[in-house]
């Protein structure tokens, strides 16, 4: 969503004054509140997404008429679940053709900024020049810059070059949008490696161009991985920036299509809905749940190194 | 639609294959210069491409969007500070503003404050459970607020009364004999905004927990082991141990919390639209550039923003030379 952009910005503070501690030591036994607590907040967090997972199964008049919760006391409705929601959905309202966008959109917005910001970061960590420190502190304030300011001046530009509504036209704007965070991220982590392995490539006869290709990119992945989750999940689900770049149509992502052609027609119906809202989700939830531990991981690997 | 999905892979791969080609090229060019000049100029080619980007994106944007922001909705005349003026002078705006200052005031304490009690609550179950349980927390992160619009559509949904309810919220309300509620349009005490913040925090808990999590994992055993044997409670531990040891990395979420929810557009823009005075920043720039199709106003909007994120700017940069210092 809209925050986390910035979120993970600081989320990997270069905080190198901490100390990891071994937990050897089994922690404290969890006592009935920790356990209530944890179990409440766990079932409001979750119940939501059931109620949207089971109403996406159930036919039109079911789904409209009745709760979702009514099934559990109903057993006859569970014979009228069927997946005929989801091919109406990705049939009919336009969502096969969105999740196409998506990806097109998604892929290239995620790989180019890695790119890019690699570089970067690689001369920031490695390289000498004069002005490298306020360059980089350049990068460290406009990591807070809303890109909203971005919106008009660059709409015109690109209604000039009548190239609005088209996927490069996305991709640089999500390129622009996620370099600082990128750069801030990879650069951080790259300043951990150690320089004197570098060094010895450097007197091996490797150029910079080689050492970055196959020494310091093969030794950030966890960084690289962990940004480029990030930045899948964001533009797969962004929603204005695509409005404003891309606007309903022909290349419309998912997000857009969800609310123009479900949840903006009255006629649509819980039903479907909630079967196009599951089709939108379901692939940055497959990425979220198998990637989970290197996201963390990445995430988490500024805050916590000794 | 396959024609679509070859045109799609083609685009895609032409688009990642030139970015690769661009550095070849740069590093070739680089080559090309005589001994030292090589050395002393390929840093800036290498963080080049990534300054256009920042420069064509958001420096010089933000340039022209100052002075939109003097000029009329289709930027051919200046009207000097009418926009900033007419703005802050209207009703709505000024809710507009509220609704967003009570965003930055709710969202940002209660997100660190979930996240840290659940950091704190699930570090003592055991470890399937703690890893389950964050997942759970952690998986809304994973959706858009497109989809959470659909999630929570159904637990506030509203029927009249008389009809059965399909909203969570309200089945509980008149399974307790009351009358149902059209939780988004009650405006009294802007609770039909807490209603979209909740949405909000659901979404950000998990990220503020999994850093919380790693913080207080990182808290050595033997200042928690000194405090027990100086006959410390748990919530002493947990006050004057703890959180003076974590307290970096609170500000940290906190801080990010804080700028995002300043940002705030698609849950409000999805769920209401603005209307019932559950307006925010976000939404009515929206609504300024592509409603009323007035550049001037919009970008006024965004002059604002930005002016109130450069506090957080500062803060930003001298933590980071600090800790840059330090290390």
């Given amino acids: ?306 | 639609m396959v024609l679509k999905i070859l045109n799609t892979l083609i685009t895609v791969g032409v688009g990642i294959l030139a970015a690769l080609v661009l550095y070849w090229l740069l590093n070739k060019l680089a080559e090309l210069l005589p001994g030292p000049w090589e050395d002393r100029i390929k840093p800036y080619l290498y963080i080049l491409p990534a300054y256009a980007a920042l420069v064509f994106y958001l420096v010089y944007p933000a340039v022209q969007t100052v002075v939109f922001s003097f000029a009329n909705p289709t930027s051919t005349a200046w009207v000097g500070w009418d926009n900033y003026t007419k703005l802050l002078q209207s009703e709505n705006f000024q809710d507009t503003l509220f609704n967003t200052l009570l965003w930055m005031i709710v969202v940002p304490v209660v997100v660190v404050a979930l996240g840290l009690a659940m950091a704190v609550l699930a570090d003592r179950l055991n470890p399937r459970w703690e890893s389950t349980s964050k997942t759970i927390i952690f998986l809304p992160m994973a959706i858009s607020a497109v989809g959470a619009g659909v999630v929570w559509g159904l637990v506030y949904d509203y029927r009249p009364e008389g009809r059965e309810q399909i909203g969570l919220q309200n089945a509980i309300v008149t399974a307790l004999g009351f009358d149902p509620v059209a939780w988004l349009q009650l405006d009294q005490l802007h609770i039909n905004s807490f209603f979209l913040m909740i949405m909000l925090m659901w979404a950000q808990v998990g990220f503020s927990m999994v850093l919380l999590s790693a913080a207080v994992k990182g808290v050595p055993e033997d200042t928690l082991e000194a405090a027990r044997i100086d006959g410390a409670n748990e919530r002493d531990i947990f006050f004057r141990v703890v959180v003076p040891q974590i307290w970096g990395t609170v500000l940290t979420v906190y801080v990010t919390t804080l700028i995002g929810v300043m940002k705030i557009f698609d849950i409000v823009y999805v769920m209401t639209n603005g209307g019932f005075n559950t307006n925010v920043v976000g939404n009515e720039f929206f609504n300024q550039l592509f409603s009323n199709f007035n550049n001037g106003a919009a970008a006024a909007i965004v002059v604002m923003l930005m002016l109130a994120t450069v506090p957080i700017m500062f803060y930003q940069v001298r933590n980071f030379r600090r800790e840059e210092m330090m290390g």
């Fill in chain 1, 1 to 306: 969503m809209t925050s986390t952009q910035t979120t993970m910005a600081a989320a990997t503070p270069t905080e190198k004054t901490r100390k990891r501690a071994s937990r050897e030591g089994q922690p404290q036994k969890a006592g009935w509140f920790a356990r209530i607590v944890v179990l409440t907040l766990c079932f409001l967090w979750i119940v939501p997404v059931v109620g949207l997972f089971l109403t996406s199964f159930r036919p039109r008049d079911d789904a409209n008429e009745t709760g979702w919760w009514t099934l559990f006391w109903t057993p006859s409705a569970w014979s009228r679940l069927s997946f005929d929601n989801y091919v109406t959905a990705w049939n009919d309202a336009g969502l096969d053709i969105a999740f196409v966008n998506t990806l097109a959109i998604a892929l290239p917005a995620t790989f180019i900024p890695i790119l890019v910001a690699a570089f970067a970061a690689y001369a920031f960590a490695f390289m000498e020049f004069p002005g490298r420190n306020f360059l980089f502190l350049a990068v460290v304030s406009l990591l807070v810059v809303p890109n909203y300011i971005a919106f008009v001046p660059i709409l015109r530009i690109y209604s000039d070059l009548e190239i609005a509504g088209t996927f490069p036209a996305v991709w640089l704007a999500h390129i622009g949008f996620g370099m600082s965070l990128a750069i801030y991220i990879l650069r951080n982590y790259m300043a951990t490696l150690p320089k004197s392995l570098i060094e010895s490539a450097k007197i091996d006869g490797a150029s910079h161009f080689q050492t970055f290709f196959r020494l310091v990119l093969p030794m950030s992945v966890p960084a690289l991985a962990a940004f480029a989750i990030f930045q899948f999940l964001w533009v797969w689900n962004d929603l204005l920036v695509a409005l404003i770049f891309v606007g309903p149509g022909d290349n419309a992502p998912i997000t857009v299509a969800l609310r123009n052609n479900l949840m903006g027609q009255a006629g649509a119906g819980q039903h479907l809905v909630t079967a196009g809202g599951f089709i939108s989700m379901i692939l940055p939830i497959i990425v979220f749940l198998f990637m989970q531990r290197f996201f963390v991981r990445g995430l988490t690997a500024g805050a916590v190194k000794g």
